[in-house]
């Protein structure tokens, strides 16, 4: 079994940072590839960030510049840092891994329970 359990989301002014986590936890042999999607009310869910392979990076254009992936491979753990923060990026924001249990088994897709975020203007 895995858990994905993101934290860190939370209501700030417009202009704010805030910074979420996610830890992947469980029977893990890799995390081939690691985002974050975000659904906002009325809205379908959007990729925000992803890491692909473990290098290549990803972002939509309504974030680029402002948002950065990264992840902690030793501890199993990706980051989403949120600079500039606008009111349209009030959204539930989701981490979504790809998860190899085993050499040469096909990973996995695994989401967490979302954490909310809330920009205030």
């Known amino acids: 079994q895995v858990q994905v359990l993101e934290s860190g989301g939370g209501l700030v002014q417009a202009g704010g940072s805030l910074r979420l986590s996610c830890v992947i936890s469980?029977?893990?042999?890799?995390?081939?590839?690691v985002g974050w999607d975000r659904q906002a009310p009325g809205k379908q869910r959007e990729q925000v960030a992803r890491?692909?392979?473990?290098?290549?990076?990803y972002y939509a254009d309504s974030v680029k510049g402002r948002f950065t992936i990264a992840r902690d491979n030793a501890k199993n753990t990706v980051y989403l840092q949120m600079n500039s923060l606008e009111p349209e990026d009030t959204a539930v924001y989701y981490c979504?891994?790809?998860?190899?249990?085993?050499?040469?088994?096909?990973?996995?897709?695994?989401w967490g329970q979302g954490t909310q975020v809330t920009v205030s203007s």
């Open positions: 979504n891994a790809d998860v190899q249990m085993s050499r040469g088994t096909i990973p996995f897709d695994y």
């Open positions: 890491i692909v392979t473990g290098r290549d990076t």
């Open positions: 469980g029977n893990i042999f890799s995390i081939p590839n």
